[in-house]
């Protein structure tokens, strides 16, 4: 199975900006589809980007125009940039994966590795 490793979440101010990373490693991490989702208290999983191995992206329209999915194919990571972070962006931030194919799914239970996550706090 794929072993999946997020980092880079913190403590910032609004307005402000934090970059996760998410490191995947194993004999089957490759050509995968690497997304973000996000889990505050009391809400369910949400999702909020995506990037195929060919690098196609996905965002939650929540997030469109803030955040960018990026993928590192030589370092088989994915990261998220989030610019303009606002309190409600506060969640803990789930890295997870799936073969690569020709869509980008928003839905939880279509990925099939996840990473423990990392908690992202954004104060007003």
């Known amino acids: 199975q794929v072993q999946l490793v997020e980092s880079g979440g913190g403590l910032v101010q609004a307005g402000g900006s934090l970059r996760l990373s998410c490191a995947a490693s194993g004999r089957t991490n490759a050509r995968l589809t690497m997304g973000w989702f996000r889990q505050a208290p009391g809400k369910e999983r949400e999702f909020v980007a995506a990037?195929?191995?060919?690098?196609?992206?996905r965002y939650a329209d929540s997030v469109k125009g803030r955040f960018t999915v990026s993928r590192d194919s030589a370092k088989t990571t994915v990261y998220l940039q989030m610019n303009s972070l606002q309190p409600e962006d506060t969640a803990v931030y789930y890295c997870a994966a799936r073969p690569s194919s020709g869509v980008l799914p928003s839905t939880p239970s279509r990925y099939d590795s996840w990473g423990r996550g990392t908690q992202v706090t954004v104060s007003s």
């Open positions: 990037a195929t191995w060919i690098r196609d992206t």
